[in-house]
């Protein structure tokens, strides 16, 4: 995202920050519970798809991780017309957030250093609700610092972090965690009974092991035991299932062989954005897209930010074809910026959509929930036993269900990454 090259033009709407503003409670592991959450996602966790997941139906939205580094040399800008908050480095704005998203928003960090965490922390805490620590990513930039999945291997360094986090930031700032499944069942409760003991209020599991990529299947029957291993522990902490997940539907079945207390979604909400709702959008490049694009542009998205995300979206199609659409993906393609694709979704202003998300989260009447709950469940039966390797590493027996998979494909498009690497790290 970048600065905005354009003054406020005399005709804008009335600046949002003068809007009244609902008091919300502290946050507490109780508001992690019941829940479907955004899960941070490097690129595609854009703050329009942040506030267009909130719009729909999303209790909680993780911002993408950001290396604690990075956001200690910026500086904050508020835009006057907008509100939207910026935290803009040497060439451009290393996280953006929106006042309206604050209740709702957790800011993950990626960091290997207790005190540059806690440095990184006290300069973002005034526009988020809770700090997240990324225990899970298994991508060389994260890892080869000693982050992400790394520190799942450095038990001492993961909880040192949480601990200090959890000492420096005021009560109402809540600390989690986000970790995936260690290769041993027993040794994966260690790890979390330790992590527990830190403080912390909530407790994310992406149930795959580090070595483990997206087209396998996640091992969600896993988690059961480490649910039930963390009530007994009676602190009350939440643990938030993450892992093929698709959707609002979808996760009452992920519950009820769980037991997790929330869901958080990651691909199916890349895919597409309104998932969290029990009744998605379909058709997206008619229904979604322009929208998304007009909101990107009046929040001051970067265009490659919103370009990269739009071509994600995939969707189901009932009364239209992917050739009927053929010249909106090819538009989104050839543009270099807005301007570029204007003719396909004009009007241009961006305002109705953002007063649409503005008004949906306003309906919430100051409670964290969305307006539709997600429904009671009841557990499914425990699956029959797993088998181990020599090693003790967990692997699925061949006759566990197959979980339903989120294709891959976006509008058709082949978008290239960042063109730096300082875009892909502090993402």
Known sequence: MSRRSQPPSPDSSPRVAKRP??????????????????????????????????????KF????????????????????????????????????????????????????????????????????????LNCGCPKPFSTHAGMGAALLTNPDLLCSILTALREAMPPEITISAKIRLLPSQEDTLKLVERIVNTGISALTVHCRTRNMRMKEKAVITRLREIVEFVEKMGKGIAVIENGDCLGYDDSKRVREVTGAHSV???????????????????????????????????????????????????????????????????????????????????????????????????RRGGQRAPPIALQPVALAPVPAPETTTKDDAYVPSDSAPAAQSVPTIGLGLDVPPPASAEAIAVQ
């Open 264 to 362: 958080m979604i990651a691909t199916a909400a890349e895919a597409n954005p309104t998932c969290f709702s029990p009744t998605p959008l379909k058709d997206l490049e008619l229904t979604f897209v322009p929208s998304y694009i007009r909101l990107g542009k009046y929040l001051g998205n970067h265009w490659s930010s919103t370009k990269f995300c739009a071509t994600q979206f995939q969707g189901r199609h009932e009364n239209t074809s992917r050739n009927e659409l053929k010249a909106l993906r090819e538009a989104i393609v050839r543009a270099k910026g807005y301007e570029d694709i204007e003719e396909h979704v004009a009007p241009w202003t961006g305002e109705q959509e953002f007063a649409e998300i503005v008004d949906a989260i306003e």
């Open 61 to 132: 939205v993780w911002g993408p991780e950001t290396i604690d580094k990075a956001i200690l040399h910026t500086t904050r800008e508020v835009d006057p017309v907008t509100g939207v908050v910026s935290y803009h480095g040497k060439s451009k704005a290393i996280f953006t957030t929106h006042p309206i998203e604050k209740p709702f928003l957790i800011y993950q960090i990626g960091s290997a250093d207790p005190e540059l965490a806690v440095q990184a922390a006290k300069m973002v805490q005034q526009d988020v609700s809770g700090f997240d």
């Open 21 to 58: 503003r609902l008091e919300y409670a502290p946050l507490t592991s109780e508001d992690y519970k019941d829940g479907l959450m955004l899960a941070p996602m490097v690129r595609s966790g854009a703050l329009p798809t942040r506030l267009f997941a909130l719009k729909h139906g999303a």
